[in-house]
């Protein structure tokens, strides 16, 4: 409903759709002083909706645009009000 409307095409869910990406970005720590990659627990992907999305940059931002009104096909202008409405004075 939301990824093909919007041509997000590298966009995904889930912890095995990630690991089936071999161009993606892993989270690094710091330690000894460097920065090392570290696997993405599966745990994270339990927590919906804050986690569980996997999408590039471009398909981030078609997300985004829709959620200004830039498809109103797929997010519709009620949606739109609701989410560039102020919550605070």
């Known amino acids: 409903r939301i990824f093909r409307p919007l041509k997000m095409d590298h966009a995904s869910v889930g912890y095995d759709r990630f ?3 071999p161009n993606r970005a ?8 460097r920065w090392t ?9 339990s927590v919906a909706p ?13 997300w985004l645009m829709a959620q200004l ?3 109103p096909a797929v997010v519709q202008p009620e949606v ?5 409405a102020p919550r605070v004075r």
């Open 80 to 84: 739109v009000e609701t989410l560039i």
């Open 19 to 21: 690991l089936a990406t």
């Open 69 to 71: 009104g830039a498809n």
């Open 50 to 62: 804050a986690a569980g999305v996997n999408a590039s940059v471009l398909d981030m931002a078609k």
């Open 37 to 45: 990659t570290v696997a993405v627990q599966p745990n994270y992907y």
């Open 26 to 33: 892993e989270p690094h720590v710091k330690r000894g002083g």
